[in-house]
């Protein structure tokens, strides 16, 4: 059982950054690749970042690519999502997933509660 908890976000003018941090419970954060997604009122949730268990390999939704980058610290239990040159699309709610493979369909195994990013324009 894996336990995630979102933090970070906010309100932030467009252009501007934020780092959502995402802490994991139990001693198996290491075994686990880890992900970010999106969502939107009415819309689905959509693929945003993900990262193997190791770190080495690291995917982005074409959207995000050069402005969002994944990182995790295995002896943190934490991922993070770096979050630069906001757009007022990029408002959502962030939620941190946990899964032994990476997928870009959100069927993850373990999900945290969410939080909200809200750029202005």
């Known amino acids: 059982q894996v336990q995630l908890v979102e933090s970070g976000g906010g309100l932030v003018q467009a252009g501007g950054s934020l780092r959502l941090s995402c802490a994991a419970s139990?001693?198996?954060?290491?075994?686990?690749?880890m992900g970010w997604f999106r969502q939107t009122p009415g819309k689905e949730r959509a693929f945003v970042a993900a990262?193997?268990?190791?770190?080495?390999?690291?995917s982005y939704a074409d959207s995000v690519k050069g402005r969002f980058t994944i990182s995790r610290d295995n002896a943190k239990n934490t991922v993070y999502l770096q979050m630069n040159s906001l757009k007022p699309e990029d408002t959502a709610i962030y939620y941190c997933?946990?899964?032994?493979?990476?997928?870009?369909?959100?069927?993850?195994?373990?999900w945290g509660q969410g939080t909200q990013v809200t750029v202005s324009s």
């Open positions: 997933a946990a899964d032994l493979v990476v997928v870009v369909t959100p069927g993850w195994d373990y």
């Open positions: 139990g001693r198996t954060f290491s075994s686990y690749a």
């Open positions: 990262i193997t268990s190791s770190g080495g390999s690291r």
